[in-house]
């Protein structure tokens, strides 16, 4: 009997929902402003932000193949231990995760040889280490693609500073719950491959061209996964943040038209506008609900950005924080439980998720006064 309970909550949440939408917006003009969001959401956005991730992967394979991956991490080394607590090699986990979506850290972190180097507390730190990187560049790729340049930069600093408080955080939570992860190693010491051995013998035979053709193939099919992947939560949770985020727009009446709303959200932005406004600088409440879809899934909140760009509600500033916040948080409601379950540290859930909440506010906050600075500056 206890399923068919359960039944009940979730159809009176349905129908309240639908109810308060079809109450304003008409029933038949709620189920076409559906259809058509979702519609136009698939066409104008979600098959231009797999040609960003196809371009980006294949971007990235090069990179990897070609050893800028290498590089960058050897770059990044010297910054872990005294920013993030972590051992050197945890750069290449920010490379790939930057590279790629913030899943990836964690085949890194099963890998024996790479988590050797970690103890316990470092290593479940690598959830908010590499989420606050998860997507870096399609996000940053996007927003540049939308006509801003310098701000994606911006958000990009805010981001890191996210990363350093939210993986700091994190840490010092589990040292405090648990005080024996702070000196019990995540896994035995292994012996270090050496270069000569990990190269196999075909991928020696290769000459530069056959291996940069792989790598764009290799790569432009891991961006159409990618790009396969984000399509549920651009149509599915753009489409309902939109019902909640616009209004009637041009026409003044509800008439079935894509992009149409209750502005429900918007209305409870303004009645705390002075908080946002004064930590994020945003001077349109309907910019809330970038940040709030990026809870779940950074894929679908990039989605909202070109609707709010045509529709004038971001500016420099807002770009350069929706930047940041998307970077930092990277749908981690949705990922950090399943990330903490594969590594096996699933009672850390909760703390791993407050710490990266509070990682990701700082990070947009971090932003809007970075942009200010910028902005003095220029």
Not at 57 to 73: D, P, R, S
Not at 152 to 173: D, E, K, N, Y
Not at 270 to 279: A, D, R
Request: hydrophobic share 50%; proline share 3%; glycine share 12%.
């Amino acid at each position: 009997m206890k399923k068919y309970f359960t039944g009940i909550p979730c159809l009176l949440c349905l129908g309240l929902f639908f109810g308060y939408l079809g109450y304003i917006m008409g029933v038949a003009n709620m189920m076409n402003t559906i259809m058509h969001t979702a519609h136009d959401l698939l066409l104008n956005t979600c098959f231009f932000l797999m040609a960003v991730c196809v371009i980006t992967g294949a971007l990235g394979q090069i990179m990897a193949k070609f050893g800028v991956v290498a590089l960058a991490e050897k770059l990044l080394r010297p910054l872990m231990r005294p920013l993030f607590r972590l051992p050197g090699t945890a750069s290449l986990g920010a490379v790939v995760t930057f590279l790629s979506d913030n899943p990836a850290i964690i085949t890194l972190a099963h890998d024996k040889k790479f988590a050797a180097y970690f103890k316990k507390f470092q290593l479940v730190s690598l959830t908010n280490f590499g989420t606050a990187f998860g997507m870096g560049l399609i996000v940053i790729v996007f927003m540049i693609g939308q006509g801003f340049t310098t701000a994606p930069l911006v958000g990009l600093g805010g981001a890191f500073i996210g990363c350093i408080i939210s993986t700091r955080l994190m840490q010092h939570f589990t040292i405090k719950a648990y005080p024996q992860y702070a000196v019990e190693s995540a896994c035995e010491q292994a012996e270090e491959e050496s270069e000569d051995q990990r190269l196999t013998q075909e991928e020696e035979k290769k000459s530069g061209f056959m291996a940069f053709l792989d790598a764009i193939l290799d790569g432009g099919k891991e961006g159409v996964n990618i790009g396969l992947a984000i399509i549920p939560g651009v149509i599915v949770i753009s489409t309902v943040v939109m019902l909640l985020t616009f209004g009637t727009g041009k026409s003044g009446v509800y008439d079935g038209s894509a992009y149409q709303g209750v502005e429900l959200l918007p209305w409870a932005a303004q009645k705390v506008s002075i908080v946002f406004e004064w930590l994020f600088g945003f001077t349109d409440p309907h910019v809330i609900a970038f940040p709030i879809t990026a809870l779940g899934a950074v894929g679908a909140a990039i989605g909202l950005i070109p609707e709010f760009v045509h529709q004038g509600f971001v500016n420099d500033n807002a770009i350069a924080v929706c930047t940041a916040m998307g970077m930092c948080w990277s749908g981690y409601l949705s990922t950090h439980t399943a990330m903490l379950d594969s590594l096996g540290y699933r009672h850390l859930t909760s703390k791993a998720i407050g710490a990266h909440t509070i990682g990701g506010l700082c990070a947009g906050i971090t932003a809007h006064w970075l942009w200010v600075l910028v902005s003095m500056i220029g």
